[in-house]
């Protein structure tokens, strides 16, 4: 019997080449995070910004207010981390694994094996699907505008801080 059947198949899901650049677009989301930490200790004269981002995201926080980094923009900032910071692991495991197309239930995800627990003999993989992708961008780019105005307003309003052992020092 040839019945004619109202039911569509689902369209296929996105590609391999989709997966690869909505990861290139979640890591320069990061990068844009990173360097708007960056660019808020270099302003209030942290030094030590080669470290790994999340050692910068603890730095930042811990970081006081003073003539050069006001109590709105320390507010401001610290808002920003705590939504940053349960984003870390998310993202060392997409720059520290290789990416896999895999179909669940029809679903297609990329799936990611951080190298850091590939040794375990039962590993965890972190599953995301091309929404999810673009949920994430979308939110670290948020957080990253937010980091970046804050930056701003400081370099804009506020003075460097003198170097050490400036005129008028003891």
């Given amino acids: ?3 004619v059947s109202t039911i569509k198949p689902s369209p296929p899901g996105p590609g391999i080449d989709a997966f690869h650049r909505a990861r290139s677009r979640c890591l ?3 990068a844009g995070a990173e ?6 200790m270099a302003r209030t004269g942290e030094s030590n910004l080669t470290v790994p981002l999340g050692a910068k995201v ?6 006081k207010p003073d003539p050069t980094y006001s109590n709105n923009a320390k507010k401001t900032v610290d808002g920003e981390l705590e ?6 692991c ?16 029809g679903d297609v995800h990329a799936r990611f094996a951080n190298a850091a627990v590939l040794w375990h003999p039962y590993p965890t993989f972190r599953l995301l699907n091309y929404r999810q992708f673009g949920e994430l961008t979308a939110t670290v780019e948020a957080i990253a505008a937010k980091l970046r ?10 003075p460097p801080r003198p170097s050490p052992g400036a005129a ?3």
């Fill in 1 to 3: 019997m040839n019945a």
């Fill in 28 to 30: 320069d989301a990061f």
């Fill in 35 to 40: 360097a708007a930490v960056v660019m808020i």
């Fill in 58 to 63: 603890e730095a930042l926080a811990k970081l």
């Fill in 83 to 88: 939504k940053l910071r349960p984003l870390l």
């Fill in 90 to 105: 998310v993202r060392a495991d997409i720059v520290h694994a290789r990416m896999e197309i895999v179909t669940i239930d």
């Fill in 149 to 158: 105005d804050v930056a701003s307003v400081s370099r804009a309003s506020s």
């Fill in 168 to 170: 008028g020092g003891p």
